[in-house]
């Protein structure tokens, strides 16, 4: 052993076991303890540590005071100590004692000291004297008696041992004698008892008592008699990293040592530590309870080996059943991550953020390592504070709710468990009940990681070395000790962490390669299954706790929780529901609540009736009704004996639960069955509804807004709503109990709200809805079966045409009738068998001629067996008979014919097919007795050519069903593979088996058939034989066709896949519509509705439920085909509106679900005339529906069936009947793959136009009715479009007739003419759009050019330019004709790692692409010639910066147009990048849930390193874009968007330049404006459209219905928008003058950031409203030349610190800049209670423009430089309000008067001076309000008006006929002024002002210049010859002075050019 001197606590001490070791280790002892002494000593293993406290004086005295035993060590440290040391001989340790003495002695010690030794085989060995008091000392004291800290101290003061009263005592003295005493012969007193010591140390004892820090949370020591301890830290302390782990000792003393121990052993267990740390409590209490503890068998040894035998860690006595630790394990890692989850959500509430759906978990897989075993566990939330464990196929319920301490309050196997856990770097530590579990990491030798805070102090082996399995590699300090740090494994180690480092737990300090990973041994599996455990609540046996235990586990289910086992307590609830015992046992428990406080005569009468009704349960439970009635009658009458009405109050008060629960069951249990169910249908659908009608984003945040105080409702309702929830499954199983309830009316309205519920997350449950109702409208099935039978026997009774003829009326009925017959099939009476089969028959084959039905000869000879044979053919009139097809083996079997009639009927009519159809139980009994089947099967005919002819259908009577129902099917493959040669030998052509499933549910049918060899055809499983070929299945031959499986059995649904593209994908979804009546029943619209639409939305819904399977992920242009079996008596120009009908109803479910047409096939009779007709519905733009309907015919040329177009010519014109469907076109696909990026294809934007311009002419119509003059009248042809592209040179655009989508670039350009209600004769837009499917829409230098030269066009035409924006930035791209041919030359060609040099081409790629790259010739040293390259050029222009140089060029163009024509554009897809910045640079932007962004979400979460942003649409959506003023409007698709733009049109000039478009109105200019504002704050739309108050419309300044707001989401302060006054557009301005929230989003990428609310005052400019205002007018005037109105009602700007920052002055000065560039006038009117004021003033002055700007006010508008109380704190102060109060009080001045009289003395100067001051301070809040009232005045109109600032005043009443007469005579006058003005430029606006004024005049004399009535009357009704002469008269005199002024400049040069003219 090497040891310092000064070491200790296991520093500085090290075990050498060979000569190799010992120089490093003595380096290391001496580098841990520098400059120390150090000890090379003898090692003694697997001693004894014994001790002998000795205690000297100063006089040369030393005495033992008895010995202890430290044997217990780990690492040199002790852990357990005791006193006295038992384990040696006592003869023995007397001479140690002796020795002790003796060496005291001999070094003259002082003090206390302890000399230790190794005692071993009866022989012991010195060890060191510890020359201090050793923290176990008390272990001495209190066997001896002998306090040895105030024993040291009496030694320091020179007391002698003798003299010490404890050292006497020990000695048997006097305790306070002087007496000497033989310190060392005299005997000295035994030990007092036995003593043992612990150390409480913060050390792991599962990691070899590794040292630990950190937080204490909580330290609980439980004292006992004879026990005592002491700690260094308390509750809520800490240890740090630098501190010793010891932080305690506890001591237990006993009478002996076993009394001692088990004290001990007790107070170990019940101390409590809990906290970051780690402590060895509780294994230092099973290590004392270990055998050779008990017996003295230990030594210092020992504990380190038996840490060594088991891995590390001490076999404890009294550990947690794994399984029950697991399970709380479990418990605790869900928790803490739900409680995680939740806690990060609402901090995303509160921050503004939306949280992202994976915080929505209620599952987790959680993963425990135990005892090396790993444990797989689900655990699912039941409830906020329940959660499901399941283990293989055990699973168990606990709860656990959280303590103020952190600590979880649990329920587990049935007893209440106090759980701490924690996680750290070495896993999940969990205290249970005091004891401590710990679930560790997987193994992972590969990496080295610290386990415990502290220094790295050394590198004991090379970097890079070869170590071997637990080879020490380094050694780090952890609070003052020294830890080995081994190698897990032999490998090869890398050093992460450098010497000296301060490690945390979990830093990585090294790698390890390991030499073999498939040696390392991981964790094993656990396979076994959770045993059971007990539930956490006893089960209830009360039926009234049952039902409440059961409606909280479904709440908890609704909130979006789970359930363990839904369908169990769905039916357990139903069970209590319907018990009878149910109201007793409420209505006992409720009483039992207020028992003794109702009056004795109620209280005995309700127990009366109670008890009657449990007597009455007794004797007849099914029958007995709840007398809730009678309880309440009871409650009634008493009440109604009360006069008192407080006394009536408190009874009711009192008795209100039993008043509450009697009319729960006042209409008995049925009732109160449905109102528990119908709570949670309509808690469902509350929730769907909710998010349907909203985008999530907008969904979450109004909830927010809702629940702003308990946002844990936030999460309860989102929870509900995610993916994973279990409501669905809920609703569904209520629904399927609600089936069989008798109350259907309770349900009707929510189970009709259900069903119209759509998503594909509740497709099941509407369904299950859909089909509830269906059978709500159904005969029940007892009730048809009953009508079935008792028509059977009637026609029994019948002769064969009367029998027919009621069989038919059986046939023909709609609902469901197979489950009905089927019973009938095994009927005891032989001839209602063979009618009910017969019935059977006719109905399933009503679609052909039925030429006979009998049992034959054969059939009747085996009398047992149930057959029934029939001959049958299709109707002559059947176009699908004439199809003829040649059968060929090698065609797709979809392409062979489904019927044999295809072939047959045309051709010989005489040749008819012969069935049979028999009955069986069960597949056994067909096989067994199928031979018989085919003896009776007798046809005439067997053959057609090569075709088989005849059929075979089997019905068994019982379902085939289970896991066994496809081995059955393929049994009866192998039964018709072995009769197959009798089976040919008959021509049968198939067998179909049928079977019912059960009641109201179609037949599931299964066909073999020959040519497959008598396999199943699965493509028609499920298909009603007969009715097979009307399907038209044989029309899907272009693609590869897969039958999917549905619920639904009458619908067929096929996936398909193109044979020549397999990406093309489509379902193809078919179903037969059979109708019950006859013919002449379905004439009306609704009837035949009623047939079809049912058919027709099963169908959309089991396309909902298979179209989103990963299996079929991207099909999508569905097609659905219905075909109606029967005859219809219907119109068949009606079959369109019914269609369209059906188009409307369904049409945006069909957009989503990606159904590109919608087919319908059937016969329609007229007359005696019957047609095969079919109509096709499409909607290629999700918006318009386009029916195309055709009439079979038979062509005269090809004799073939084709389709005949009954319209316009459609696709399918002249096409055969059977034509296959085409795979999806190029224009489909660009269509499809346009929806997919959430946009319109763009050739298909001309038809929204369209659209839109088709409603605005209907909305207009019914506008106008009634208009004096009529409206002008629609165009049949509203919109003429021609496609524009670029020339060859590029420098223009021309004219286009290409077909649509063959467009060659990713740009296109349209000029259309639109034919409006405002333009009836036409005005011309241009529209630029991307095409988003051509290279993503990206711009490219094409792109570029047409962009520009067609926005150039609309400036050069001075029209509207409308851009569609859908792209995807400038495009990117590299030289594709090089990615195959250059070559690398590398650094180092055995390492690439290094880099490479340069690329290069060989001599022959250069040759071919020397133009694409700038490269230089190099030759090597072989020879070899290189060309380097050094700049990629590129073959193809497109691929780089020079897009970037187009983006610029089509920015500026943008830029542009907008001060030159209106530029509007729609944001119909992402706008990216350049495409950004045009819709930003156009200005004027209608958003359709498109982001507008400049980089995606994907790039930036890259750049941040984590997800952040979920979608495009959160950085740049409407939600951001609309509410910063990028997006004028948001609309929610492109039909809305394209009406908006031709909306904002309607507002413009058809040309810059030319008159406002003017509409007819119905509102009359000359009205008075009926609302009125108020002083108090009000909606600013009022004023502009007016409102509806209690039916009846309060008209506003502006015409009824015309006011559209722009820019409403961005700084709602101020309202702006166009509207049209008389029919004049105008653009119109107001404040908001309501405090307004306005709200900033938090960033989610910043984790810190949260959402800013502010409220903004009204009446008051921000800097956004500033902005907007300035936006607002810069739009009226750039492209619109809009006049403008401005109601102005500010009292200034804002001008706080933030306001400043936030640049109000600068946006302020915009609106300056705005107006003083007004090309159109402006009227500025301040309304009623208006007032403008300051700076706001200032900016809106009519001197800014006064050649444009007017201001008016109403009679009670005001204006000034401030408000009136501010005028008045700065020029009426108070001693100016004292002035006025002595100038105008009588009595004051009847005061001053007196005190100026010579008189007046001193005194009474005095006394009136102070009445005077009490007269004033009386006087003056009077007269403040006089001098604001004075201020007031200075504001009025009146005073505005005289001092010029304002024109006129005008009456609010009257504003809206003065403002139309204003505004159109300035119109008026403008644009003649304009013509006045091209004639001569040169004249100023005051001589072209007094131009017209003459001319006026001179036309009406005597008439007011003023007067703009008359002023615009004149000037629209001056002839236009008059008008033209006196033009050029302006223009001749312009000239005339233009020659003048020539002449005078040069007559010589004048005269020149006049002689060359020719003048």
Not at 143 to 166: D, F, K, T, W
Request: negative net charge; proline residues 5%.
């Amino acid at each position: 052993m090497i040891k310092a001197s000064e070491g200790g606590g296991g520093k500085g001490i090290r075990k050498v076991t060979s000569h190799e070791e010992l120089e490093l280790q003595f380096r290391m002892v001496q580098s841990e303890v520098p400059g120390s002494p150090i000890f090379i000593m003898k090692l003694v293993s697997n001693a004894h540590h014994l001790e002998v406290q000795i205690l000297g004086d100063q006089y040369g005295d030393a005495i033992s005071i008895h010995g202890r035993d430290c044997s217990i060590q780990r690492r040199h440290q002790k852990i357990l100590e005791e006193a006295p040391a038992n384990c040696a001989k006592p003869d023995v340790f007397k001479r140690m004692e002796v020795g002790a003495v003796n060496m005291a002695k001999a070094v003259k010690y002082e003090g206390t000291g302890t000399i230790e030794y190794l005692y071993g085989n009866d022989d012991y060995y010195f060890l060191e004297l510890n020359p201090r008091l050793q923290v176990e000392h008390p272990c001495t004291e209190w066997i001896s008696g002998i306090n040895l800290p105030a024993a040291q101290l009496c030694v320091a003061m020179g007391v002698p041992l003798y003299r010490i009263p404890e050292v006497r005592h020990l000695y048997g003295r006097d305790t306070f004698g002087t007496s000497s005493i033989d310190l060392y012969n005299d005997p000295q007193r035994k030990p007092h008892g036995h003593v043992i010591a612990a150390r409480v140390t913060a050390e792991n004892p599962d990691l070899g008592f590794k040292p630990t820090s950190g937080q204490i949370q909580e330290l609980t020591f439980r004292t006992c008699p004879g026990v005592w301890g002491y700690f260094s830290v308390t509750s809520r302390g800490s240890l740090h990293d630098f501190a010793d782990s010891q932080f305690g000792h506890v001591f237990a003393w006993g009478e002996d040592r076993e009394t001692a121990r088990r004290k001990l052993v007790l107070t170990l267990r019940e101390l409590t530590i809990r906290g970051d740390i780690r402590t060895a409590l509780h294994y230092l209490a099973d290590l004392m309870e270990h055998e050779e503890y008990v017996s003295l068998a230990f030594h210092t040894g020992w504990l380190d080996n038996i840490l060594l035998n088991q891995g590390g860690k001490f076999p404890t006595l009294q550990s947690v059943d794994p399984l029950l630790a697991v399970v709380c394990g479990a418990m605790c890692k869900a928790f803490l991550r739900s409680k995680q989850r939740e806690d990060t959500f609402f901090s995303y509430l509160q921050r503004g953020q939306i949280p992202p759906k994976n915080l929505l978990c209620v599952v987790d897989d959680v993963e425990l390592i135990f005892d090396n075993v790993k444990y797989v566990v689900k655990v699912s939330k039941c409830g906020q504070h329940t959660f499901h464990i399941a283990i293989g196929n055990g699973s168990v319920v606990v709860e656990c709710r959280q303590q103020a301490d952190g600590g979880l309050l649990s329920v587990v196997d049935g007893k209440i468990r106090v759980i701490y856990a924690q996680e750290d770097a070495t896993g999940l530590r969990m205290m249970i009940g005091g004891k401590t579990c710990c679930f560790t990491l997987e193994y992972d030798p590969s990496t080295i990681r610290a386990l415990s805070p502290g220094t790295l102090c050394r590198y004991l082996v090379e970097d890079g070395s070869h170590v071997a399995k637990d080879t020490v590699f380094a050694e780090m300090e952890v609070m003052k000790m020294y830890m080995p740090l081994r190698a897990p494994e032999s490998g090869i180690i890398r050093f992460l962490k450098r010497e000296g480092a301060a490690l945390a737990p979990g830093d990585v300090i090294a790698s390890l390669e390991l030499d073999d990973p498939s040696s390392v041994k991981t964790s094993d599996l656990f396979t076994g299954d959770l045993p059971k455990m007990l539930a956490p609540r006893s089960p209830n046996h009360k039926l009234h706790q049952k039902l409440s235990s059961l409606r909280d586990q479904l709440q908890a289910v609704i909130t979006g929780y789970r359930c363990p086992d839904l369908k169990t307590v769905v039916d357990e609830l139903f069970v209590v529901l319907a018990d009878p015992v149910l109201p007793l046992s409420e209505f006992q428990f409720v009483l039992s609540n207020i028992t003794g406080r109702l009056p004795k005569d109620v209280e005995d009468s309700l127990m009366r009736i109670l008890r009657s009704y449990e007597l009455g349960l007794e004797a007849m439970a099914s029958t007995c009704h709840f007398p809730g009635q009678n309880i309440l009658d009871t409650i009634e009458r008493y009440a109604a004996k009360l006069e008192d009405g407080y006394l009536r109050k408190g009874f009711l008060t009192t008795i209100d639960p039993v008043l509450n629960l009697a009319k729960k069951f006042v209409k008995g249990l049925a009732s109160h069955r449905s109102a528990v169910v119908l709570c949670f249908l309509k808690e469902f659908l509350w929730v769907e509804n909710f998010f349907s009608l909203r985008h999530r984003d907008d969904a979450i945040l109004e909830l927010r807004e809702t629940y702003t105080s308990n946002l844990n409702r936030v999460l309860e309702i989102e929870l509900s709503q995610n993916s994973c929830s279990q409501k669905e499954q809920l609703c569904c199983l209520l629904v399927d109990k609600i089936r069989g309830c008798a109350e259907k009316d309770d349900f009707l309205a929510v189970i009709h709200d259900i069903a119209a519920v759509s998503g594909t997350a509740n497709s099941e449950v509407s369904l299950k809805a859909r089909q509830l109702l269906t059978e709500y409208k159904m005969p029940s099935f007892k009730q048809r079966k009953v009508a079935i039978e008792s028509s059977l026997r009637d026609a029994l009774r019948l002769g064969p045409e009367e029998r027919l003829a009621e069989l038919n009326h059986i046939i023909k009925q709609s609902e469901s009738l197979v489950d009905a017959l089927v019973p009938f099939f095994t009927h005891e009476n032989a001839d209602l068998r063979l009618l009910a089969l017969e019935v059977y028959c006719r109905r399933s084959y009503d679609a052909y001629r039925i030429e006979r039905v009998g049992t034959g000869a054969k059939a009747k000879q085996a009398s047992d067996l149930f057959m029934l044979e029939f001959e049958f053919a299709l109707w002559e009139n059947d176009v699908m008979a004439s199809e003829e097809e040649t059968p060929s083996s090698k065609v797709s079997p979809i392409r062979m014919v489904e019927s044999v009639d295809e072939l047959v009927n045309m051709d010989d009519n005489k040749m008819l097919r012969y069935g049979m159809m028999c009955v069986f139980e069960s597949p056994s009994q067909l096989e067994a007795r199928f031979e018989e089947v085919l003896a009776s099967f007798a046809p005439k005919w067997f053959y057609y050519g090569d075709e088989p002819m005849n059929v075979l259908n089997v019905f068994f009577v019982r379902p085939l069903c289970g896991e066994e129902k496809q081995q059955t099917i393929e049994s009866f493959s192998g039964i018709f593979q072995r009769h197959a040669e009798q089976l040919n030998g008959l021509g049968m052509r198939r067998v179909t088996i049928a079977t019912v499933v059960g009641e109201s549910s179609f037949p599931s049918y299964f066909t073999f058939r020959a040519r497959l060899g008598w396999h199943e055809d699965t493509i028609y499983r499920d298909i009603e034989p007969p009715l097979a070929y009307h399907l038209e299945l044989r029309r899907m031959s272009s693609y590869n066709i897969e039958f999917v499986p549905n619920a639904n059995r009458q619908i067929h649904l096929y996936f398909a896949q193109g044979k020549e593209d397999p990406s093309t994908k489509r379902f193809f979804v078919r179903a037969a519509v059979r109708q019950g009546g006859n013919a002449l029943s379905l004439a009306r619209a609704e009837d035949i509705t009623a047939q079809v639409e049912p058919v027709f939305v099963e169908a959309v819904r089991s396309l909902e439920t298979h179209s989103v399977n990963r299996k079929y992920a991207g099909a999508q242009s569905h097609h659905i085909f219905l075909k109606i079996i029967n005859e219809v008596t219907y119109a068949p120009d009606r079959v369109d509106g019914l269609l369209r009908t059906l188009g409307q109803k369904y049409g945006r479910r069909l957009w989503k679900l990606r159904v590109a047409e919608l087919e319908l096939v059937g016969k329609v009779r007229r007359g005696n005339t019957v047609h095969n007709l079919r109509f096709v519905v499409t909607n290629p733009t999700g918006h318009h529906f386009e029916v195309c309907g055709y009439m079979e015919a038979k062509d005269s040329l090809s004799k073939a069936h084709i389709l005949i177009s009954m319209t316009e010519h459609g696709p399918m014109n002249a096409l055969p009947v059977l034509t296959p469907y085409p795979v999806v076109s190029k224009l489909e696909k660009r269509r499809l793959r346009a929806r997919n990026l959430d946009t319109t294809y763009c050739y298909d934007f001309p038809t929204l136009f369209r659209i839109s311009i088709e409603h605005m002419w209907a909305q207009y119509k019914k506008s106008s009715e009634g208009v004096l003059g009529g409206v002008p009248k629609q165009p049949q042809n509203v919109l003429d479009v021609c496609e524009l592209v670029l020339s060859p040179d590029e420098s223009e655009l021309v004219r286009s007739d290409r077909p649509v989508g063959e467009n060659d670039i990713g740009m296109v350009a349209w000029l259309l003419t639109m034919y409006t209600p405002e333009c009836p004769k036409g005005r011309r837009v241009v529209v630029i759009s991307n095409d988003i499917t051509f290279e993503i829409g990206s711009f490219g230098p094409r792109e570029d050019m047409l962009f520009l030269r067609a926005s150039e066009l609309s400036r050069q035409l001075g029209v509207p330019r409308v851009y569609l924006s859908a792209n995807s930035g400038a495009r990117i791209g590299l030289a594709a004709e090089l990615l195959e041919c250059f070559q690398v030359e590398w650094e180092d060609e055995n390492d690439t790692s290094q880099g490479f040099k340069y690329l290069y081409l060989s001599d022959e790629d250069y040759e071919k692409h020397s133009a694409s790259v700038i490269a230089d010739r190099r030759v090597m040293p072989g020879g070899e010639r290189r060309w380097v390259i050094s700049t990629v050029v590129g073959a193809q222009d497109g691929i780089g910066v020079e897009n970037l140089r187009g983006s610029g060029m089509i920015a500026g163009e943008t830029s542009r147009a907008y001060e030159e024509v209106f530029t509007i554009t729609l944001a119909t897809g992402r706008s990216v990048g350049i495409g950004a910045y045009l819709v930003r640079l156009g200005q004027r932007t209608v958003q359709n849930n498109a982001p507008v962004i400049l980089t995606g979400a994907v790039a930036i979460n890259k750049l941040l390193g984590r997800d952040v942003y979920t979608s495009n649409t959160q950085l740049g959506g409407p939600q951001i874009m609309y509410r910063n003023g990028v997006s004028h409007i948001d609309v929610s698709d492109d039909l809305r968007g394209v009406a908006a733009i031709v909306s904002w049109i309607s507002y413009v000039p058809s040309e810059m330049g030319a008159p406002l478009p003017r509409l007819l109105t119905q509102d009359p200019v000359d009205r008075e404006v009926a609302f009125m504002p108020s002083s108090q704050p009000y909606d600013p739309r009022h004023i502009i459209a007016g409102v509806e108050e209690d039916g009846h419309w309060v008209s506003g300044v502006f015409d009824k219905g015309s006011f559209v707001e722009t820019l409403a989401g961005w700084a709602p302060s101020v309202v702006c928008g166009r509207a049209r006054l008389g029919g004049v557009p105008v653009g119109v301005i107001a404040v908001e003058t309501r405090t307004i929230e306005t709200r900033k989003p938090a960033d989610p990428a910043n984790v810190e950031s949260q959402e800013l609310v502010s409220m903004n005052a009204g009446k008051v400019w921000f800097p956004d409203s500033a902005y907007k205002t300035a936006q607002a007018i810069a739009d009226f005037n750039n492209g619109e030349e809009l006049p403008l109105i401005i109601f102005a009602n500010w009292r200034g700007f804002s001008g706080g610190m933030r306001d400043m920052f936030e640049e109000i002055l600068k946006f302020g000065s915009y609106i300056v800049d705005a107006l003083r560039k007004y090309k159109r006038p402006v009227i500025i009117y301040i309304p009623p209670y208006g007032e403008l004021r300051g700076g706001a003033w200032v900016v809106l002055d009519p001197t800014i423009n006064s050649d444009m700007m007017e201001m008016y006010c109403d009679e009670l508008g005001s204006g000034g430089v401030l408000e009136p109380r501010g005028t008045v704190e700065i020029k009426y102060r108070r001693p100016a309000v004292l002035k006025t109060i002595d100038r105008l009080d009588p009595q004051i001045q009847q005061w001053r008067a007196e005190m100026a009289d010579a008189a007046c003395t001193g005194e009474r100067k005095e006394e009136l001076e102070q009445l005077v001051q009490k007269r004033q301070h009386h006087l003056i809040p009077s007269y403040q309000m006089v001098a604001i009232g004075f201020a007031e005045l200075h504001d009025t109109p009146g005073r505005m008006k005289v001092k010029g600032a304002i024109r006129d005043v005008i009456r609010w009443r009257t504003s809206r006929s003065f403002l139309h007469a204003r505004l159109t005579r300035r119109l008026e006058e403008e644009r003649l002024r304009a013509d006045v003005k091209k004639c001569d430029e040169n004249l100023s606006r005051d001589a072209v002002r007094a131009l017209l004024c003459d001319w006026f005049a001179a036309d009406r004399p005597g008439e007011d210049w003023e007067t703009d009535r008359e002023v615009r009357a004149w000037i629209e009704s001056m002839p236009a010859e008059v008008r033209e002469a006196r033009l050029a008269a302006v223009r001749a005199s312009s000239v005339q002075k233009k020659l003048e002024e020539l002449f005078k400049e040069d007559p010589a040069a004048l005269r020149a050019a006049v002689k060359k003219l020719n003048l």
